[in-house]
């Protein structure tokens, strides 16, 4: 398997301009997660995607940022305008989940290598 | 205070010695993950944990659920163990659904040959 895929690697552009991450979760795997990392605050949540749907958004910073699941083997993080504080490295994971009467199982997530944004 | 506090923050130690990690958290959780980064930044899951104790290779992590509190252990470590090691806590929601992480700020270890 080739793991959880995203692109670009590297993304530098300037303030204002929108800018778009993608993430390839691994086949079979039902749940999508997003995370921001910068030295300030560490690893931060922005959005978790359960069978396609988003399930906890309220990670996502502001109304700039939004995140689909068209289908299960693709999602998009848009930052739009983006500015020079959302610079950062943005990973995507995905994992198992199982619901059982009421509660939810959770298994390993597997981390993608992360986007490096830069905004300058 | 955070949710997930880890400690210490900065661990330095000597090839070979057994390193202790430690991890309090103050909500309900459902499950605690430990991730690995390397320094190139890539991140591993480690182990993910909801009680007990869990093994593998020189890697042990244990979790108190009274106690709320878990620890990540290295046993004969090694240079090649340097990373950051990460705590991440699943809120427990209301009705013990999986509500969202929540991340330690991390504890960067550096092993010396």
């Known amino acids: 398997d080739a793991g959880v895929i995203q692109s670009p690697r590297h993304e530098v552009t300037e303030m204002g301009q929108e800018v778009t991450l993608r993430c390839k979760p691994i086949?079979?795997?039902?749940?999508l997660f997003w995370y921001r990392q910068t030295m300030m605050r560490g690893l931060e949540l922005l959005i978790y995607?359960?069978?396609?749907?988003?399930?906890?958004d309220s990670g996502m910073p502001e109304d700039r940022f939004s995140a689909k699941m068209p289908n299960a083997s693709f999602s998009t993080l848009k930052i739009q305008p983006s500015e020079p504080r959302d610079s950062a490295v943005y990973f995507c994971?995905?994992?198992?989940?199982?619901?059982?009467?009421?509660?939810?199982?959770?298994?390993?997530?597997?981390f993608g290598p992360g986007t490096r944004l830069t905004v300058t | 205070k955070n949710e997930v506090e880890q400690s210490p923050q900065n661990l330095t130690a000597q090839e070979g010695e057994f390193i202790t990690i430690n991890c309090s958290y103050s909500?309900?959780?459902?499950?605690l993950h430990w991730l690995q980064q390397h320094p190139g930044g890539g991140i591993v899951s480690l182990f993910m944990?909801?009680?007990g104790k869990k093994k593998h290779g020189r890697l042990i992590a244990t979790i108190n659920i009274q106690e709320k509190h878990s620890s990540l252990h290295i046993t004969a470590s090694h240079p090649r163990d340097s990373a950051v090691y990460i705590c991440?806590?699943?809120?427990?929601?209301?009705?013990?659904?999986?509500?969202?992480?929540?991340f330690g700020k991390g504890t960067k270890l550096s092993v010396k040959p």
């Open positions: 994971a995905s994992s198992l989940v199982g619901g059982l009467a009421g509660a939810t199982l959770s298994y390993e997530q597997y």
């Open positions: 086949s079979g795997h039902n749940s």
């Open positions: 995607f359960n069978n396609n749907v988003p399930i906890d």
């Open positions: 909500v309900g959780i459902s499950a």
């Open positions: 944990l909801s009680s």
């Open positions: 991440a806590a699943h809120r427990m929601n209301y009705g013990g659904s999986q509500g969202n992480l929540i």
